[in-house]
């Protein structure tokens, strides 16, 4: 599948995903898949019919490469699980944070901030999202933190919003009430002018 002139398809790959091939290059994987003549990329993504990425391929699922190589009590087996939980979690966190803000915002109030923090949270799973290729667990899970972090920071941001929320509501209700009692009020004394004018 190379181009003439490419020694390695890895070559044409490493041209666009600059950042994954120096992760892999520095990671335990490069030394072990050069000692079993298996190439880099490919490994993992196919040739050909190149595999759109998705968090199934890492971890130990039925559709993850990295059981291909790795069994159950293995580093590498749990590294796998490890990493792919990290990414679970913060991807869960966003979907969590973005479903509250989304509440607050159709019920009228500004949460616009928030979903501008919340997209540093999808910036730090972009970037986890890459730094799989480095194959280093603690990596990838202080990559992840500070994004979890924004995530609590924008659920809680959301939950303060729909109290603001509620408590506009109250307010509007007990304002409403206030007005209908005056009103009532003002209707019944206009009627007793008239009745007494009558007489």
Same mark, same amino acid.
């Given at each position: 599948?190379?181009?003439?002139?490419?020694?390695?398809?890895?070559?044409?790959?490493? #041209?666009?995903?600059?950042?994954? &091939?120096?992760?892999?290059?520095?990671?335990?994987?490069?030394?072990?898949?050069?000692?079993?003549?298996?190439?880099?990329?490919? #490994?993992?993504?196919?040739?050909?019919? =190149?595999?759109?990425?998705?968090?199934?391929? =890492?971890? #130990?699922?039925?559709?993850?490469?990295?059981?291909?190589?790795?069994?159950?009590?293995?580093?590498? %087996?749990?590294?796998? +699980?490890?990493?792919?939980?990290? =990414?679970?979690?913060?991807?869960?966190?966003?979907? *969590?944070?973005?479903?509250?803000?989304?509440?607050?915002?159709?019920?009228?109030?500004?949460?616009?901030?928030?979903? /501008?923090?919340?997209?540093?949270?999808?910036?730090? /799973?972009?970037?986890?999202?890459?730094?799989?290729?480095? %194959?280093?667990?603690?990596? /990838?899970? &202080? +990559?992840?933190?500070?994004?979890?972090?924004? #995530?609590?920071?924008?659920?809680?941001?959301?939950?303060?919003?729909?109290?603001?929320?509620?408590?506009?509501? !109250?307010?509007?209700?007990?304002?409403?009430?206030?007005?209908? !009692?005056? /009103? +009532?009020?003002?209707?019944?004394?206009? *009627?007793?002018?008239?009745?007494?004018? +009558?007489?």
């Amino acid at each position: 599948a190379a181009p003439p002139g490419v020694s390695s398809v890895v070559n044409v790959c490493s #041209t666009c995903h600059v950042f994954q &091939a120096q992760l892999f290059d520095g990671s335990p994987h490069k030394a072990a898949f050069e000692a079993a003549s298996m190439p880099g990329c490919v #490994t993992c993504h196919s040739n050909h019919r =190149i595999a759109h990425p998705s968090d199934t391929m =890492i971890g #130990t699922g039925p559709q993850a490469v990295c059981t291909s190589c790795h069994s159950s009590g293995d580093a590498g %087996f749990a590294a796998a +699980g490890s990493m792919h939980d990290h =990414i679970v979690t913060l991807e869960t966190a966003i979907g *969590r944070s973005q479903a509250i803000l989304d509440r607050a915002q159709d019920a009228g109030v500004e949460v616009s901030q928030a979903n /501008l923090e919340l997209d540093q949270a999808r910036d730090a /799973l972009t970037k986890a999202r890459v730094n799989i290729h480095g %194959f280093d667990a603690a990596k /990838l899970e &202080a +990559g992840i933190k500070p994004g979890l972090s924004v #995530t609590e920071k924008t659920y809680v941001a959301g939950q303060k919003a729909l109290e603001e929320s509620k408590f506009r509501r !109250a307010g509007l209700s007990v304002s409403l009430l206030t007005i209908l !009692a005056v /009103l +009532g009020g003002l209707v019944f004394f206009i *009627r007793d002018l008239e009745g007494r004018g +009558g007489h």
